[in-house]
């Protein structure tokens, strides 16, 4: 009888060599004290340092933890969409490397989708005593005006869309992020606007949250393109490219 595991939590991971192996210990630990029934996979994004190798190393004496990579850099959604697209699990969801959300926070959607949603997104927003680390002022205030431009271009009724920290049905993963095409930050609009087109029923779940000095992201860089790419979600709503047949992916015996 093939078996599959209850989660999936996907990792993506770009030069992460500087936390990986924290991020790997904590993530392995929780699922182990929660006994959850869990596959972890990273999905490394081209990364040219160590960190591919780091993982390997560790999943030599973590049998939950696995490996993928993409052939090219190709951006945080691309590998989030490969990761998820992949899993195994009945529940499958993603979090940032950084861990911003601490990850035992997971049950939280866990316990979202087992009340009836088929899509839990953590918020930053909802509890903002939550936070025990805060952004600056300054990416409070971009962040904030980035999420209400979202909201309304994109009509989505939700306080924070930008948490990294999200968990799906399978069957809601294999259909958004099939049709999922925004590659890199701004991917996140995209698919809670599909999730809504097709009907899934989405839960906003406040979660604890710690700012991370380190994260990447640029408010104007990453800003502007963002705002590029709400217009080509807008553009391939348009056309129908939301409305598009799925193939449910088989899965392989993974015990």
Request: aromatic share 10%; glycine share 6%; charged share 25%.
């Amino acid at each position: 009888m093939t078996e599959y595991p209850k989660y999936s939590i996907i990792i993506p991971a770009y030069n992460e060599r500087a936390r990986i192996l924290a991020t790997l210990h904590s993530v392995v630990d929780t699922v182990r004290a929660h006994k959850w029934d869990a596959e972890v996979i990273v999905v490394n994004d081209g990364s040219t340092d160590e960190t591919a190798q780091m993982v390997r190393d560790f999943a030599a004496s973590a049998p939950e933890v696995r490996l993928m990579n993409n052939p090219r850099n190709c951006g945080k959604g691309c590998s989030v969409r490969s990761g998820l697209l992949h899993a195994q699990g009945e529940i499958v969801m993603f979090t940032d490397a950084d861990l911003s959300a601490p990850i035992d926070e997971a049950q939280r959607l866990f316990d979202a989708i087992a009340g009836g949603a088929d899509i839990a997104i953590g918020s930053r927003w909802l509890e903002t005593s939550r936070q025990t680390h805060r952004q600056p002022l300054y990416r409070q205030f971009f962040g904030r005006c980035f999420n209400a431009l979202t909201r309304a271009v994109m009509r989505l009724p939700f306080a924070d869309t930008q948490c990294g920290f999200k968990a799906f049905t399978r069957s809601a993963a294999q259909t958004v992020f099939q049709l999922q095409t925004i590659e890199r930050w701004g991917f996140d609009p995209e698919i809670l606007f599909i999730a809504r087109k097709r009907g899934y029923r989405i839960k906003e779940v406040p979660v604890s949250w710690a700012h991370d000095a380190r994260t990447r992201i640029s408010y104007l860089r990453d800003g502007l393109q963002m705002l590029k790419e709400l217009a080509i979600v807008r553009w391939n709503a348009l056309t129908g490219r939301y409305r598009g047949p799925i193939t449910q992916i088989q899965r392989v015996q993974s015990k």
